[in-house]
């Protein structure tokens, strides 16, 4: 049964062979067998032809309303995400569990029913839209309700990084700090903002990511004006479609590559945060 | 970390800049939740309800939103038990066996987490579609897998992977090896073992792992938007039904669909806070 297999450290557990071999072949049939015919598929146009496809100007408007969009949001997401977190770790009201709780919505809604909802209430005829158009502002059909929408999305992500390493912030280096004279300021930027900010990277690129890739609800609020409101994402539904399937390839394999480099950071990130906590220590 | 929080609430309470900061903090939060989250999820009920019980129920009684209810529930059917068995399967692997590349596999698991849904459903089209890889072999052994069910489900399949998995590896990791290894040192089989030993101390993290996964699964829309080709009574999932009644002007129509996912959404919540009451979850940052 433990059969000495240079790659796994010997166990008197049983079931590594089944287990490990059913998830590797799951694995590979579900996700990787299929990203590879994304990258081959992409891979046999001719690289000029690649080229034209992914730097076309209409691919390029949408990677700006893309990545700008999901930049602003995950910048929006940093900044509340932090203030909720810290209200949540350190202070205790009414309605705290519900708060907290409520924070998971994103990750249980289904996007399209967040994409209906903001489109609407968001709309120049209803609710909200109706209240902020006397003000000349419109959310609804432009880049402002596309960030709006991947606020909503990547919201938990910052939160959700952020809350455990508040809760970790030791109180005894608060405190020697403050008794050495450091101003309220002074703690927070010295001493609270260091210990958090892995986890509050980690949470930006997670909603960055998540951003990203949004399709379901940014569709409905965005109006998708070609060069204007049009997400990479939708570029791509519009390609197949159209029975485009390379073009279609070429721009998933853009997006694919993104997809990479975020989780590239994300492990970068993790292995800063490890061996900042081993150094402290 | 409570005498942390306990020491600052007690500096809150004392001084008047950190009562002003705590206010204003809580202020913050509440009306962001509020503005980006709250109000949003209660429109869909309110338009869901606004003309009235009667016409709810009559909206969801139509042969295309119930075919598109059935279609969620068998897709989500399929997927998540094959979903949860996958993540059992790796969290064991990856919490209880030291081996090389360990890492390389969790990266893996986590790969669906950040692609965005429209190329899980474009990997499939390049594969089964008319023009895909098996696309003539499938047509002419008359087999249909994109812009049908099977297209589908496979999508959904990939959207929501890493869900489970990704709920175990951290609880089972936490729980060691020791119990295990006594077991099998008693003479308990390896599946003696797992539903004896390893099952009830994971127990409720795979319950939320499960309703997550299913939460997701029927929810998806992306990635099945691409693969389904949107026939209406036949290929439209719940919320793609939503989508096609929003796209007429059906405005009761869409937010009724959309009230049950929301639904799903709330009772996913809410087994989420018993688990955690349950107090075998620890929290853990997302992804």
Not at chain 1, 33 to 43: E, G, N, Q, S, T
Not at chain 1, 162 to 183: C, I, K, M, Y
């Amino acid at each position: 049964m433990a059969t000495a297999r240079g790659w796994v450290a010997p166990s008197v557990l049983p079931g590594f062979g089944l287990t490990l071999g059913f998830a590797g072949m799951f694995l590979t049939a579900i996700v990787l067998v299929p990203m590879a015919a994304l990258i081959m598929r992409a891979a046999s146009l001719p690289l000029e032809e690649f080229w034209r496809i992914a730097t076309d100007p209409r691919a390029l408007a949408s990677y700006r309303v893309t990545f700008g969009s999901a930049l602003l949001a995950a910048c929006i997401n940093a900044v509340f995400g932090f203030i909720i977190a810290w209200t949540l770790v350190r202070y205790r009201f009414y309605g705290r569990r519900l708060v907290d709780a409520i924070i998971d919505l994103p990750f249980a809604l289904p996007t399209a029913v967040s994409g209906i909802a903001l489109a609407t209430i968001y709309s120049p005829k209803r609710w909200i839209g109706s209240l902020l158009e006397p003000f000349g502002i419109q959310v609804a059909y432009t880049w402002i309700g596309i960030v709006l929408a991947m606020t909503l999305i990547g919201l938990p992500f910052v939160v959700r990084s952020v809350q455990p390493a508040l809760e970790e912030v030791d109180a005894a280096f608060e405190e020697a700090a403050e008794s050495l004279g450091a101003g309220r300021w002074t703690v927070f930027r010295r001493v609270i903002l260091p210990t958090v900010l892995p986890s509050l990277a980690t949470g930006f690129t997670l909603a960055l990511a998540r951003g990203i890739g949004e399709y379901g609800s940014v569709i409905f609020i965005a109006g998708n004006l070609p060069f204007k409101t049009e997400i990479t994402p939708l570029l791509i539904v519009m390609n197949l479609e159209q029975y485009n399937y390379l073009g279609a390839a070429a721009l998933g394999l853009v997006m694919l590559c993104v997809s990479f480099l975020m989780l590239f950071t994300i492990n970068a990130i993790n292995g800063w945060r490890i061996r900042r906590v081993v150094g402290r220590r | 970390m409570a005498q942390s929080t306990s020491v600052a609430a007690e500096k809150a309470r004392t001084d008047w800049a950190g009562q002003l900061i705590r206010a204003a903090a809580i202020i913050i939060s509440v009306s962001f939740l509020g503005l980006v989250l709250v109000v949003p999820v209660v429109s869909v009920l309110g338009y869901a309800f606004s003309r009235g019980l009667r016409v709810y129920l009559a909206a969801l009684h139509t042969p295309d939103t119930i075919a598109a209810i059935k279609l969620t529930l068998m897709t989500a059917a399929i997927v998540v038990p094959l979903n949860t068995l996958f993540g059992v399967a790796a969290a064991w692997a990856i919490a209880k066996f030291d081996f090389r590349g360990k890492q390389v596999l969790i990266t893996l698991i986590d790969l669906p987490f950040s692609v965005s849904p429209v190329i899980a459903g474009l990997v499939f089209v390049l594969l089964f579609g008319a023009q895909g890889w098996f696309g003539p072999w499938l047509r002419d052994n008359d087999l249909q897998i994109v812009y049908a069910f099977p297209g589908i489900v496979l999508a959904t399949l990939l959207v929501t992977f890493p869900y489970v998995a990704r709920e175990l590896i951290p609880i089972m990791q936490l729980h060691g090896r020791e119990a295990e290894e006594a077991a099998v040192s008693l003479g308990a089989g390896g599946w003696t073992t797992f539903f004896r030993v390893t099952l009830p101390s994971i127990r409720w993290g795979l319950l939320y792992g499960v309703i997550l996964c299913n939460a997701r699964a029927m929810g998806e829309f992306g990635a099945v938007a691409v693969v389904s080709g949107h026939i209406r009574g036949l290929t439209t999932t719940m919320p793609l039904q939503a989508q096609v009644l929003y796209d007429e002007y059906d405005v009761v129509g869409a937010f009724a669909v959309a009230s049950l996912l929301m639904l799903l959404a709330l009772l996913t919540l809410i087994v989420k806070a018993l688990v955690e009451a349950f107090g075998a979850r620890r929290r853990r940052p997302a992804g």
